[in-house]
């Protein structure tokens, strides 16, 4: 069985990451630079988020659940541009997926049947690195 997190990470995020950087770019009016500060990324791969080479997803284009997607993924794209924190835009669209019945899906397209594997919510907790390492 394969866990919900691994296909949100296979599937979702960069499928997520690349939407937005293209609606921050393109209809926000920010640099790749910018965008790569905002997501922790370099420029080189926002670059690749904008052409298309990183981060599509068939699946999703292709699901009942695309709308509702990118129109989550234009909010976020919206509230990131007013000065939120994209990682928490980007746990919105995380928790979008697994309510809609997106991950369902992906999980089916994946080969799986009977229950999907169960979820711990994340705590959304910040990682500090001692000034030391």
Request: hydrophobic share 40%.
């Amino acid at each position: 069985m394969k866990m919900s997190c691994e296909l949100i990470v296979t599937h979702i995020l960069p499928t997520a990451r690349g939407a937005l950087a293209k609606e921050l770019v393109h209809n926000h009016g920010m640099t790749q630079v910018q965008v790569a500060a905002l997501f922790g990324v370099t420029s080189a791969a926002v670059s690749q988020y904008i052409k298309g080479l990183r981060g599509g997803n068939n699946i999703i284009d292709k699901s009942a659940y695309r709308d509702d997607f990118y129109n989550m993924i234009a909010e976020s794209a919206n509230r990131v541009a007013a000065g939120e924190d994209a990682t928490e835009c980007l746990c919105s669209i995380c928790a979008f997926v697994k309510e809609s019945g997106l991950l369902r899906a992906l999980y089916v397209f994946e080969g799986y049947s009977g229950d999907l594997g169960q979820c711990m919510e994340c705590p959304r907790t910040a990682i500090t690195i001692p000034d030391f390492l």
